[in-house]
Every structure is written in structure tokens, then in C-alpha cells.
């Protein structure tokens, strides 16, 4: 039987008296081994762990130490990315509810003809379905206004 | 020294959808980009329904499902940035996409590896891909050979779609080993084959408008992630978007 660590062993305390690791064991039959091993440096009764000693002597403190600092920000580069896909996911979602309600504007002949460009803008950049429904309301009123005038 | 003429060509046929995206594009275009010109390309079915006041110019194109590329060839501009009709502005940068020419004559944005979760078809045969997306086209039509190419795209395309174009194996008959008939709904396999295939376009100088990861020109909506950087969309594209789905259910019930 063989038993060693694999090369990614990290620190789980400041401290660095634990490390995670995983344990690998080539038993004689053939069938290999992976374990997620917990390595304290001392076992419950006070003395040291021989696993930790094992451990110290296979990878080293400065590997350990520097696997944890790649670990960390590998870490955090994955928060990073999921936090900007969900971000994205959610203004993806936003704008194509907008679009929508925009085209939606658009089947409103009052709306699509309205030569007021302000007010075209103002229906375009609308951030919400009730900011958007106001600014048609005004459109509808000074179309309303408009064929008022033209009917004197 | 002439002044060049800069504008944006926005096509929409076949769906009011696209119409009222075109319409919907075009207001965002003068929004960020307020001394624009832009010429609608579209049916006179569809120019019938009102609202094309806001575009400078009208071609009036028929019902073939390539009609942008005939918009794209008849652009009354010196340059021109071609942006799919479903898509709409959302930053101020859009005028400096006129400064990415550069030593370019066409600038598309790329199809990559990368993003190729996203795309109907990429990669065929023996990993022969796609190059370019035609969703938007920043084009100098002052060079005889961009000219050219812009006509011969769209003449190739309708001849690709009707059956009466496919590249010929060695016995004459249609290539399908190594371009399968699969690529045949694809307006890039035309331009594919043009620019890689095409001897008399081996000197035109095809440029990408995005850095890598960039896609501030054309921001598709089924990205999971952009990777655009630091950099804000100025174009984001609705392709596949539900108001296109709900319009294209809608035509086919007709």
C-alpha cells in the first residue's frame, strides 16, 4: 500500500494549523483511493497529527501557504463572474421586457407617427411599464389635441 | 478634400415585427446619435403602416428573405454602419464606430469559438467555421472592391437560396462533402465563400469590430456572459427575443 497527498493541499484556518487536503491510497490490490482528508495539526488528545507531519514533509509550508493565496483569489474571480453573469442575466431580462412594450407602443398609430421628438425619446429611454404607459398617455393627448384643432 | 457622407442602414421586411424594431432602432440611433442619417429599407406594405417620417432615406425592397444584403449594396452612404433591424442603441459611443475603419474596408463582428454555444450553426466539415457575423456591417462603399462585394453577396445569396448556386466537387456536381446543405439557409456561407473563396476578393481588408471578448457592437441578448470588459454595449441585438418568437408564431398561423 502507498498513501501520499496530491499537490493542492490549503490552509482552512489563518492560523495554519489545519490544512484540507486530499489523501490518495494505492492499495495492493490495485484499487486507488481519493479522500478528502482534514489535516490538523494536532489530534484530540494533543499530540501531533502523523498525517500532519506527513503532510508538512511531502508538500511543504510555503506550497500549502501558496496554494491557499491561488485558491483565494480563484475563489473570488469565480464569485466575480457568477455575480456579473447573474447581473447580466437580470438587465438581459429587463431590457427585452422593454423592447417588447416599446414595439407594443409602436402598433399604436398615435405613437409611430408622432413627429415629437421629445416625446419619442421619452417613450424610448422609459425604464418601467408605468413610465412608459404615461408618456403614450401624453402622445395620445396631443394627437387628441391635434384632431381638435384641425375639427375648428 | 470631400466630405464623407456617414450614415446607418436599417432593413425590415417580411415581419411587422421588424418593422417596428426598424422603427424602434432608428429612434434609438438619433437618441444617441442625434446628427444621424439613416435610410429604412423596407416593404411598401409595411412603409404603408406609417411612423418611416423619422428615417432620412426609404428604399423600398421586396419580400426576399436576403433583402438586407440588396439594402446593405444600395446604401445611399460613402459609409455605412448596417445594424439588424432587431436591435437597439443603448450608448453614446455609437458615432465613434465610424473611427474603427482604420486601415479596414469592411468590419463585421466575429463569430469565435468562444461564444459558439450560442450560434445555430458554426463549424462544418473538417473544422471550417463560420468568420463573420452579419447582424451589424461597418462598410466603405468609396472602395470599388467593398462595391462590389456588397452586390455580389447579395446576388450569390439569392442564387444560394433558390438552389441554383453550391461551390462544385471535382465531377461537377454540388460539393456536399465538404459544404454541406445544411450551410444553405446561411447568408455567412455566401459571404464565406466570397471572402475565402473568391479569388478577386483575396485584397479586400476585412476587419473585426470587436477586441477580443469585446462585443460592444453587437451585444446579442442569448449571451450568458458578454465578456465585454470594462466597455458598455452600444448595440444590443434582440435576435431570438420573445416579441420575435410571439411575430414569427404569429406569420405562420396566417
Redesign the interface.
Known amino acids: 500500500m502507498k498513501a501520499y497527498f496530491q499537490s493542492n493541499p490549503f490552509w482552512v484556518n489563518k492560523e495554519k494549523t489545519e490544512a484540507m487536503s486530499i489523501y490518495t491510497i494505492e492499495k495492493d490490490d490495485g484499487t486507488v483511493e481519493n479522500r478528502q482528508q482534514p489535516v490538523p495539526k494536532n489530534l484530540p488528545d494533543g499530540s501531533v497529527n502523523p498525517l500532519w507531519t506527513q503532510l508538512l514533509a511531502e508538500i511543504g509550508e510555503d506550497r500549502i501557504t501558496k496554494n491557499t493565496d491561488i485558491r483565494r483569489k480563484t475563489k473570488l474571480k469565480e464569485k466575480n ?1 457568477t455575480d ?2 447573474k447581473n ?2 437580470e438587465r ?1 431580462a429587463g ?2 421586457h422593454l ?2 412594450l ?2 407594443k407602443a ?2 399604436i ?1 398615435e405613437v ?2 408622432c ?1 415629437d ?1 421629445a416625446l ?2 421619452k417613450i ?2 422609459s425604464k418601467s411599464d408605468i413610465e412608459m404607459n404615461a408618456w403614450i398617455a401624453v402622445v395620445l393627448l396631443k394627437s387628441l389635441e391635434i384632431d381638435n384643432d384641425e375639427s375648428k | 478634400m470631400t466630405k464623407v457622407n456617414k450614415g446607418y442602414v436599417v432593413v425590415a421586411n417580411r415581419l411587422e415585427f421588424y418593422y417596428y424594431s426598424a422603427l424602434n432602432l432608428i429612434s434609438s440611433i438619433k437618441e444617441f446619435d442625434p446628427d444621424a442619417k439613416v435610410c429604412l429599407v423596407s416593404e411598401q406594405k409595411y412603409l404603408d403602416l406609417g411612423g418611416s417620417h423619422i428615417a432620412d432615406h426609404i428604399l423600398t425592397c421586396d419580400n426576399h428573405p436576403r433583402a438586407k444584403l440588396w439594402g446593405m449594396a444600395n446604401t445611399p452612404f460613402d459609409q455605412t454602419f448596417y445594424i439588424d433591424a432587431d436591435c437597439e442603441i443603448i450608448h453614446g459611443d455609437l458615432p465613434t464606430v465610424f473611427d474603427l475603419f482604420k486601415d479596414k474596408h469592411v468590419l463585421f463582428t466575429a463569430l469565435t469559438d468562444e461564444r459558439s454555444y450560442i450560434f445555430a450553426e458554426y463549424e462544418w466539415g473538417n473544422g471550417v467555421s463560420f468568420d463573420w457575423c452579419g447582424a451589424v456591417c461597418l462598410y466603405d462603399m468609396t472602395k470599388p472592391l467593398v462595391k462590389d462585394l456588397m452586390n455580389d453577396w447579395y446576388d450569390l445569396t439569392v442564387k444560394q437560396y433558390s438552389g441554383e448556386w453550391w461551390p462544385s466537387a471535382p465531377d461537377g456536381t454540388p460539393d456536399t462533402v465538404n459544404y454541406p446543405k445544411s450551410l444553405a439557409r446561411w447568408d455567412q456561407f455566401s459571404l464565406w465563400w466570397l471572402l475565402n473563396r473568391e479569388p478577386k476578393y483575396s485584397d479586400i481588408l476585412v476587419g473585426r469590430l470587436d477586441d477580443e471578448y469585446d462585443c460592444r457592437w453587437n451585444n446579442f441578448h442569448g449571451y450568458e456572459w458578454d465578456h465585454c470588459n470594462d466597455k458598455e454595449p452600444v448595440v444590443f441585438h434582440y435576435s431570438n427575443s420573445v416579441p420575435k418568437k410571439e411575430s414569427l408564431a404569429r406569420s405562420r398561423l396566417r
Do not use: A, H, I, V
Open positions: 463572474e456579473l453573469k447580466q442575466r438581459s431590457l427585452e423592447f417588447g416599446k414595439l409602436f402598433e398609430k409611430r407617427e413627429t421628438k419619442r425619446t424610448r429611454g
